[in-house]
């Protein structure tokens, strides 16, 4: 896809999303108080099932700068004294890398100077972000999510790094799992980015991952997706247009303003749903209380 190709859909996709102080949540505008209630009500089993990989604290090839996790309590006098003692522990980590599963804030990506809506860039600054922040999902995100499964369109356990999912192949998943996105679903795409992880080793997924063709995202803006997770970046690497290394990412957040979730894990989500032949949930996405981050680990819950 050449450049000039991708700036002309972001104007289309740009100019077709709802922007304006009144419309500051982005897509989430989509998400009514009726589509929620409709979520709630179509809770069958009771079943509840993670979404998110454990935070990993060891480096590797898609994870050179990992999380820290230092216990600083109890000491070792704490420990074998009678009493009251504490154990405590400080954590740190990369929010928007290759590894850990995290949901990216509207103010995460800068184009040609703006964020989403034409907000400045320049509202992100050295000591936070003052717009579009993680702080617009303070209530969190509850609605109807959506896994469509490439990897089980296509019959492989997943899709190689560099392979691309088109608008096709959404459609063809939701007829083969009877199931229709809509406005306001938080829709799942699975290329088996997690599987292929814990099969084959870690590698370069900044390199090199199946994801989203920018056009696909033509298909979410028509159906007024509110929210995109994957089991990857959302992107694929390398990526298929000059000049744009994140485009999916470019499209998604800042022409339309939809968060994204990235590399999630449905390792235990998909059978659950081929078991129950039920590929819509609940979902649950309940960011950290951090006003002027750009992201944040998060663990969504889908409540079949």
């Known amino acids: ?51 998110a990989a454990p935070i990993e604290a060891h480096p ?8 820290t996790h230092r216990m600083t309590g109890p000491s070792r006098r704490d420990t074998e004294a009678a009493g009251l003692h504490f154990a405590l522990d400080r954590f740190a980590m ?26 400045p860039a320049g509202t992100v600054t050295p000591d936070g ?18 896994l469509l499964d490439i990897a089980r369109l296509r019959e492989v356990p997943w899709l190689e790094p560099g392979d691309e999912v088109t608008a ?14 809509g406005p306001g679903d ?20 900044a390199r090199a991952r199946a994801g989203l063709h920018p056009t696909a995202m033509e298909l979410l803006a028509e159906r007024q997706v509110a929210v995109l997770g994957s089991d990857g970046n959302n992107d694929i690497a390398p990526s298929p247009v000059a000049g744009i290394a994140f485009p999916v990412h470019v499209l998604a957040m800042q022409a339309m303003g939809v968060h994204l979730l990235d590399y999630l894990d449905f390792e235990e989500l998909a059978p659950a749903c081929a078991e129950l032949d039920r590929w819509h949930f609940l979902s649950v ?17 889908a409540v079949l």
């Not at 897509?27 to 179509?42: F, I, K, M, N």
């Not at 590797?60 to 999380?67: F, K, L, S, T, V």
């Not at 096709?168 to 996105?181: F, H, K, N, S, W």
């Not at 996405?285 to 819950?301: D, F, K, S, Y």
Request: net charge neutral; hydrophobic share 40%.
């Open 285 to 301: 996405v309940a960011p950290l209380r951090l006003p002027a981050a750009t992201g944040c680990p998060v663990n969504p819950i």
């Open 60 to 67: 590797g090839p898609d994870n050179p700068h990992p999380a």
């Open 186 to 205: 938080l829709l799942f795409v699975r290329v088996g980015h997690r599987r292929r992880r814990r099969e084959l080793g870690a590698w370069d997924a």
């Open 1 to 51: 896809m050449s450049e000039e190709a991708f700036r002309s859909l972001y104007r289309q996709l740009r100019d077709q999303a709802r922007t304006g102080a009144e419309h500051s949540r982005g897509a989430l505008v989509h998400l009514t108080p009726e589509r929620v209630s409709a979520a709630t009500a179509g809770v069958r089993y009771g079943r509840s099932v993670s979404l």
């Open 94 to 119: 990369n929010v928007h890398g290759d590894a850990d599963s995290h949901l990216d804030a509207l103010c995460h990506v800068l184009f040609d100077g703006e964020l989403y809506g034409g907000v």
């Open 168 to 181: 096709d192949d959404l459609r063809a998943a939701e007829a083969a799992q009877g199931v229709l996105t």
């Open 129 to 146: 972000a003052t717009a579009l922040t993680l702080d617009l999902l303070h209530d969190g995100i509850v609605g109807r999510g959506v």
